[in-house]
């Protein structure tokens, strides 16, 4: 039985790259999918077959019309939900409430309940089943694997997608005509219950015991914000929408023609279901077959621009065939290249078209491409049919016209997009031309791209070299390889790293013999990326291999492959059992004591720290915080990186207590970073419950605001809150930052608004108490004695220097809200001409942001800006703006009911030297307060007055 699983383990080692450890959730998850798409396979063709044949062809387009209302609708809700409920959770309901869902529409279609509504919410619940069970599996799927295990081992999962087209498909139709096609239901519920156990064992097995909260959270992947914005702002996006939502029109042309068709041939609705299971499982073997023989050879002879056409052209001469030959059989050839293309060639030159489009932006637009343009342009060709069909009342060949005719539109885009394609790579290559080189000699236009591609590997400065290396990693292309692996010669280290990086991810080459040599590399970052390459390419004799350089005569190298095979077994328990890797860096931290060189001291220990941060071995985390008190800042720097690629929450007070440090800040930043989005639910509690200091919460802002993510707006809109006046500011500055960089994200125009206007309401008030303040310490210098006036004046020249201040962050505050509601290029051009000395500049910027805002605010905010202009407040300026002038006790009793500590002590400070019984009833107040400043200083102040 040993050997069987030796041998079984060794075939699945060399088909499809798995590696120990990795079987148990590799296997899992492609049965998961397998069973998945084997119930949308048996479903399908059912709900097909039962609505064709019970409803008829004329009211299928009123159902693809509901199935985009609802699918769009729906995946809204759930993408929401995602937010708030854990994830293994909603996939587990999900699972249940769908197997519960195909008992009770198997019961209702069995004994003929409503059958027209119940086989129309069939109908829209197979579309939505489709669309929710496969986003959450990939979901799902990213979190369970990391991005090295992911490139090799998505295959591998996709192939159980297929097996399960073509299982669940062939299987209806061999049991259709013998059970009915109602009983199919009871069949997909029974498979599908089996993904319930899967799905809690991979959760339990593979995510919960290997990963921590922030790793989880920052695996997934969802759209943010209104990833809308950023396709209209991107041509590239506008012009891929647009294809891929034609594409979605055709096929759905195409699948009306088809089912029209084949429901006018065969009545018997079992027989129909039959027919489409067929057929369905049929598409999906050749398209198999296509993509496994033809799609890697017609993409590299017609290139990527090129290789979208082929889907087009195949599916108009399929109309233009079912136009003249309105059969049968014509229509299943027309289905056959719609179905079989666009799942192979189509679908990796369209992969392919993307890859200019920065990764963080893909990300964030790929979901809402998926889902929400599907659902648009699915509604959009119902809507087409029913006014054909309905309103014209033309015959199913006459709806290959309008095939043709979008055709043609079709063509137009994906001409367009491969244009955007190749200027997309033109303009990110001239970016990174070095400062003065000389003119960009890659011209895009007069070559194919990959030629234009193999020009710069071949020519390009580092920057234009690796930001293509980077490209190549995120989709291997074999045609480039050689042109790749040249570069292990390279004379920067840099490149000479990323090479080794990205052949890492082509499977199907072995180029051992070539990097061993780059195990002596000078640069230590090559050493560990050879190392990782050697680990994942030299399987037969890998423990041999890493036994042999941990007891390298250099220690360098033996630190390499220590780093190394920490990052390879990162996720991985059973291979990290198998190289001893506990052990081996225990028997690291023990050797150090008898160490004489401090330069290999050094080394060891940094070697240390990156091993334990990479391997996800909490038993030696305590050594992590034992370096971070080093006397060599480079120890600590490299221990602060390595507590954050821990991503535990162990480490985040530790690491903050070096946000207070300028040389380490930057360093205690990025760990933070490291962490993820998940991060902002602990900074959250760590406000809410006063943790840390206000010093050091103060860096949280800048922190927060770098994830780009809809969760970093609503942190910082709460931190708008806080009392600390400079919390408050820095988590402006953040937001604006967050503004410019994501401006996809919602900013909530309503709470602006209302802040804005509270920070001109605290405006005027300091405005009044400035005034007011001025005019006593001027009447009462000539009054008071000139000891007593010393202290008097001193205190009030305090307090009005805080109010000035005040009176400039609260102007600062306002601008940097409006920002996030109007363009803020257009807001920090207005606030640098105020602050200008050049009285044209001030009066152009006030003229524009009278233009700007809305009335509203127009009436509130330029009255306030122009008296920020005056010179010195006058008793004039305040009664323009309606403003009162408050008597000595209104105006302390004003301030002291703000939130600005600063400005509490001030007062209380003046309170103390006028020693007036008056304020005895106004301190008393502050003697109980929970700001243990205030409290000191009103307890002060009050026991000055009672002495008196």
């Not at 959770?89 to 027209?116: A, Q």
Request: proline residues 3%; charged residues 25%; glycine residues 4%.
């Amino acid at each position: 039985m040993e050997e069987l699983k030796k041998s079984i383990e060794g075939i699945l080692r060399k088909l499809f790259d798995i590696r120990p450890g990795e079987y148990r959730k590799a296997i899992l998850m492609q049965l998961n999918i397998f069973l998945i798409i084997s119930t949308l396979l048996i479903v399908k063709p059912a709900v097909n077959g039962l609505f064709l044949a019970k409803l008829g062809v004329e009211n299928l387009p009123n159902a693809f019309v509901l199935v985009a209302v609802f699918a769009g609708l729906v995946s809204f809700i759930y993408s929401r939900l995602l937010s708030r409920i854990a994830l293994n959770s909603i996939i587990t309901r999900t699972m249940m409430w769908s197997v519960i869902s195909l008992i009770i529409f198997g019961l209702l279609l069995r004994f003929n309940v409503l059958e027209g509504w119940v086989l129309y919410i069939f109908y829209i619940w197979v579309a939505i089943f489709a669309v929710l069970s496969a986003s959450q599996f990939w979901i799902l799927a990213n979190i369970v694997f990391n991005p090295r295990e992911a490139k090799r081992l998505f295959g591998f999962i996709g192939a159980g997608a297929i097996a399960g087209g073509i299982f669940g498909g062939y299987l209806t139709s061999l049991i259709a005509d013998w059970i009915t096609s109602e009983n199919l239901l009871f069949v997909a519920a029974f498979l599908l219950v089996f993904c319930i156990p899967i799905t809690q064992t991979i959760w339990k097995k593979e995510v919960l015991k290997s990963q921590t909260q922030f790793q989880r959270k920052k695996r997934f992947k969802g759209f943010e914000g209104n990833p809308i914005a950023l396709i209209k702002k991107s041509k590239h996006l506008t012009y891929l929408a647009t294809i891929i939502g034609i594409g979605v029109i055709v096929a759905k042309l195409v699948d009306y023609q088809f089912s029209a068709i084949a429901s006018a041939n065969i009545s018997n609705p079992d027989e129909l279901t039959a027919f489409f299971g067929f057929w369905f499982s049929s598409f999906n073997v050749i398209s198999l077959l296509i993509q496994l023989f033809f799609t890697r050879k017609l993409v590299g002879v017609f290139g990527v621009g090129t290789s979208l056409f082929i889907l087009p052209f195949g599916i108009v001469l399929g109309a233009f065939l079912v136009l003249i030959f309105p059969e049968l059989w014509a229509v299943i050839i027309l289905k056959l290249v719609d179905g079989s293309l666009k799942q192979s060639v189509n679908k990796s030159a369209t992969e392919l078209m993307v890859l200019p489009i920065p990764l963080e932006i893909k990300n964030q637009t790929k979901s809402f491409i998926d889902v929400f343009v599907d659902s648009a342009a699915t509604g959009i060709s119902g809507l087409i049919l029913i006014f054909l069909v309905t309103g014209f009342d033309l015959s199913t060949r006459l709806i290959s016209i309008m095939i043709i005719a979008l055709f043609f539109v079709w063509i137009y885009f994906s001409r367009k997009i491969r244009q955007e394609y190749i200027h997309s790579f033109k303009i990110k290559i001239e970016q990174n031309k070095e400062k003065g080189e000389a003119k960009d000699p890659f011209d895009f236009s007069k070559e194919s791209v990959l030629n234009g591609l193999r020009n710069v590997l071949q020519k390009g400065n580092e920057m234009q070299v690796l930001f293509i290396l980077r490209k190549i990693k995120e989709v291997p292309d074999e045609r480039l390889f050689e042109d790749v692996i040249k570069l292990l010669e390279h004379p920067s280290s840099l490149i000479r790293a990323e090479v080794l990086q990205c052949i890492y991810f082509f499977r199907n080459r072995r180029v051992v013999e070539k990097v061993l040599p780059l195990i002596k590399d000078p640069d230590q970052q090559v050493k560990t990326a050879a190392f990782e390459y050697l680990i994942e390419h030299a399987p037969e004799n890998q423990v041999d291999l890493f036994t042999k350089y941990l007891q390298d005569k250099d220690y360098r190298v033996r630190g390499a492959a220590l780093v190394s095979l920490a990052t390879e077994t990162r996720d991985n328990a059973e291979l990290r059992s198998k190289f001893s890797l506990e052990d081996k860096v225990k028997k690291k931290v023990s050797s150090l004591a008898g160490l004489k060189d401090p330069e290999e001291i050094k080394f060891r220990k940094i070697v240390i720290l990156k091993a334990i941060a990479l391997s996800n071995i909490p038993e030696h985390y305590p050594v992590i915080k034992q370096y971070m008190k080093d006397d060599d800042p480079d120890i600590v720097k490299q221990a602060i990186s390595s507590a954050g690629n821990t991503m535990s929450q162990d480490f985040i007070d530790p690491i903050a207590t070096f946000l207070n440090i300028e040389a380490y800040r930057p360093l205690a930043k990025t760990a933070f970073l490291n962490y993820g989005p998940g991060i902002i639910e602990s900074f959250n509690e760590i406000v809410r419950k006063d943790i840390w200091g206000m010093e050091l919460l103060h860096h949280i802002p800048s922190i927060a605001g770098q994830f780009g993510v809809q969760q970093s707006v609503e942190f910082l809109f709460f931190l708008l809150d806080h009392s600390d006046i400079g919390l408050r500011m820095e988590s402006l500055k953040a937001l604006n930052a967050l503004k410019i960089s994501h401006p996809n994200l919602r900013f909530h125009n309503k709470d602006v608004i209302k802040r804005v206007l509270e920070e001109a309401h605290l405006y005027l008030e300091t405005l009044t108490a400035l005034y007011s303040q001025t005019s006593v310490t001027s009447e009462l210098v000539k009054e008071i004695e000139r000891e007593k006036q010393n202290k008097i004046l001193d205190a009030r020249k305090s307090l009005i220097s805080l109010l000035e201040k005040r009176l400039d962050g609260n102007l600062e505050r306002i601008f940097r809200l409006l920002g996030l509601k109007y363009p803020f290029e257009d807001i920090l051009n207005i606030y640098q001409g105020i602050q200008s000395k050049k009285p044209d500049m001030r009066v152009n910027a006030i003229e524009f942001l009278d233009n700007l805002l809305e009335t509203n605010l127009k009436k509130i905010l330029v009255p306030i800006v122009e008296t920020a202009l005056l010179d010195a407040i006058s008793e004039d300026a305040l009664k323009n703006l309606n403003l009162k002038i408050p008597d000595e006790f209104q105006c302390l009793t004003m301030l002291l009911s703000g939130k600005d500590t600063r400005i509490n002590l001030a007062v209380f400070y003046l309170i103390t030297q006028l020693k007036d019984k008056k304020y005895i009833p106004l301190v008393t107040g502050f003697t109980q307060s929970d700001n243990p400043k205030i409290k000191t200083f009103a307890k002060q102040a009050l026991n000055e007055i009672l002495l008196d």
